[in-house]
């Protein structure tokens, strides 16, 4: 039986070092801000990105994970004995992690099995932790990629964005696109399109901050018909925890108790959304 790791970054929200001992490995983006880089979760956490975003107005830039930082994770790998490496990262039409963890696995002639999450924060992580359950139970890693895979189809990520500001300036949509939007006073609803491996793309359009976070709910239950028992979510905001958390009520009110986690999203994420920004997602659960 193979002994199989699983490799991530940072984008995910697993503390980097902190998993090891259960297989799981993380490798940190890379967050610049006014010139100075930082890697992602070690030396910069999201909140302390969000909060100098919000004082200092700074345009925030990120990467991939360095080619060294995924040596580094594929060589601690194989140096505890794992003989395949399934890799799990960010959304490949957000990134090209995916293409660096090939290389680093390449480099290191590790053999690895990638499968695209197509979003990232808590959605990747789901994924991330479902992956090293199956790789301690045994499961090959074609078995792996195929009960992910099942389960990336049933997710979705969708984003309201108070301005359009962030995303135009970091190459994310074009200026026109943005500048229309701020012409009419809409706040765009966005989605990571699956068809484009979970590029950011136009949803919808309402008046008002408050519309479009009920018209996402409403997009959950009557269209992606969501419900409290086969799904796991989340609610991930920039600096919004108040709004966040009514949401959160607002959703459980229309399908029944259930667990919404709220939090920051990823630093990745949320700074190109901008302040204000929030992030919902779900994924199916796994079921054995």
Sequence with gaps: MEKIAILADSGCQIPVDSRENEGIFIAPLTITMEGKSYLDDIEIHSIDVFKRMEKDDIMVMTSQPSTGSLQEAVQ?????GYSHVIGLPIATG???TMNGMKLACDMLEMPVTLVD???TASNQKYLVEVAAKLAREGKSPEEIKDILEKLVEDSATIIMVPNLEHLKKG???????????GLLKIVPIMKLNYS????IDSFGKVRTTKKANLKIIDHMVNECKVNNKNYVF????VLSEELAL?????????IGECEILVRELP???GAHMGIGGIGYQYIRKYEE
């Design 246 to 254: 009514e949401m959160k009520q607002k959703l459980i009110e229309q």
């Design 171 to 181: 190459g994310r949509i074009t200026p026109a696109v943005a500048a229309l939007a």
């Design 196 to 199: 484009l491996g979970g590029k």
């Design 76 to 80: 601690k790998i194989k140096d505890q």
């Design 94 to 96: 957000l990134s090209s």
């Design 234 to 237: 989340a609610i991930e905001h």
């Design 117 to 119: 999450t197509k979003g």
């Design 267 to 269: 630093a990745v994420v």
